[in-house]
């Protein structure tokens, strides 16, 4: 049982994976930022919004080719994106 649960998950994490970097890539270029802030700011928004991170990568991505991002999401990616750069601009990174 154990094997077959690791093997699930395993497959969803595959699944989950390019929707997460055509996220990052959306982020990256709209944002101007590397790869470890976008990843941050993915798990900002999911842990803000208490959804998964691939809901907020799809939503990204939705964004990107003309959908609307629900609004609540929109706050979060915003404060996480602005927190981001406030953080750069002070030279600390963590």
Known sequence: MELLWEKEQFEHAMESRPVIDMACGVLMAGFACQPEDVWEILVTVSQLA?????????????????K????????HLTAAVRARQERHERGWSG
Do not use: Y
């Open 50 to 66: 208490d959804i998964k991170l691939r809901e907020v990568a799809d939503a990204v991505t939705s964004a990107a080719t003309g």
């Open 68 to 75: 609307p991002m629900p609004a609540d999401l929109q706050e």
